[in-house]
């Protein structure tokens, strides 16, 4: 069975990004968003289960409660009495391993900043894909959270952290977000102390409260019907509750454009620089892609990397992208450098940045942008995994149904007149904060 699967996925590219995407959607009483993408060009079915359950919904001094929770769904299912009077008996995490490997079938998932949930993989034949949703459904709303494992996870946690603390590139990554955050859930980071104070008690109460129907987004791309897919979606969230209304996040703030240097023994400095600038659904988005392509998006091609590495040798890799989240999520721009010459290398940076935003790409830069994307598009969408990936994003943003057929186009309608306005309401309006690493003081 698992060499049919792996012979049948190695196919997997040749259909279903070659045909137009059909996105339907439609919600089940229970509030339940679906998104299904109808193809039959390979038995399989992926299937893609999320909530508003990300890092952003961490209690407060509880950072990594989101991604424990998460990360523990599979490691345990408890006895559930059915509305019928039967009895689901308890699993142990060997036997959930072993009920997805029996059919071929592959369980993922994880937290993100905004999202978390849980991924499937199987063949879309009835009996294998019955035993993986059934499987999957009592993983979403029955794990058992182990005292023992949930113990043995917080201390592989804890170390994992320990480790990060010695590395400059993560140091700079958790002081980077909290300074362009303050005081906003985009700020929270997983340390020593807030994953010490969880407790199991928190993994069983953000699970209950955001582990629901009502905000539950269900992706599905496969060789299922319409009807199959209604009645997948159905079964993997009958066992949520309804959960009640969460409170509304703060507002994003505007940077203050600080700096922020912080010693360390490695022989580079690593510097961060960036500010809160786009959320998912901004209109700024395609003129922000596209323009980012040129600045720092395209690699050897990009304007940094030819005024950073290319003509001065400041630096081995330098780039910058946007990172839209539910909020404005940030602009970053980032490179390492020798600890001697980083004050020269962040002034280049920072002059490289500014010229662009005073006068755009030039209209080679573009075209050249607009092609790669364009011509690039379709390794977005070569196979079902990725197409999965997309459909969830799509649903979860409540993004439209044509943003993948329309993608290239609007790729293709921006300007630099529209580059420029974009970049400056975006970078112009807020002084990038600065974090360096390894940097003499």
Known sequence: ???????????????????????????????????????HSIPVLDVSVEFDAGARRDPAGKSGVASMTNAMLARGLREEKLADG??????????????????????????????????????????????AVALLARVLAQPAFPQSLFDRDKARNLSAIRE????????????????LYQDHPYAQQETVE????????????FHRRHYVANRAVVALI???????????????????????????????????????????????????????????SDPDFFPLT???????GGGFVSRLTREVREKRGLAYSVYSYFNPL????PFQAGLQTQKARTDDALKLVRETIAAYLRDGPTEQELKAAKSNLIGGFPLRIDNNRKILDNVAMIGFYQMPLDYLDTWTAMVAKVTV???????????????????????PQ
């Open 1 to 39: 069975m698992l060499k049919y699967l792996v012979l049948v996925l190695a196919f997997t590219a040749s259909g279903a990004a070659n045909a137009a995407l059909k996105i339907q959607s439609w919600t089940l009483p229970t509030g339940v968003r679906v998104y299904f993408v109808e193809n």
């Open 86 to 131: 039967s009895i689901e008996p308890a699993v142990a995490e060997a036997q959930i391993s072993d009920g997805f490997a029996d059919i071929a079938a592959q369980r993922g998932g994880g937290a993100s900043m905004d999202r978390a949930g849980a991924t499937l993989r199987t063949l879309s034949s009835n009996e294998e894909r019955d035993r």
């Open 164 to 179: 990060e603390l010695t590395k400059p590139e993560a140091i700079a990554g958790k002081a980077f977000w909290k300074l």
């Open 194 to 205: 807030s994953v010490g104070a969880i407790q199991r008690d928190d993994l069983l109460e």
């Open 222 to 280: 496969g060789d299922i019907t319409r009807e199959q897919a209604d009645a997948i979606a159905r079964e993997l969230t009958r066992r949520l509750p309804q959960g009640t209304p969460l409170p509304a996040f703060p507002a994003v703030q505007k940077a203050v454009g600080a700096e922020q240097r912080i010693p360390h023994p490695a022989s580079q400095s690593h510097i961060l620089l960036g500010t809160p600038a786009l959320a998912r």
């Open 290 to 296: 596209v323009g980012n392509y040129v600045l720092g």
């Open 326 to 329: 539910a909020q404005a999520g």
């Open 417 to 439: 007149a529209d580059i420029r306005a974009a970049f400056n309401r975006k970078l112009g309006a807020n002084a990038l904060s600065t974090v360096i690493v390894g940097a």
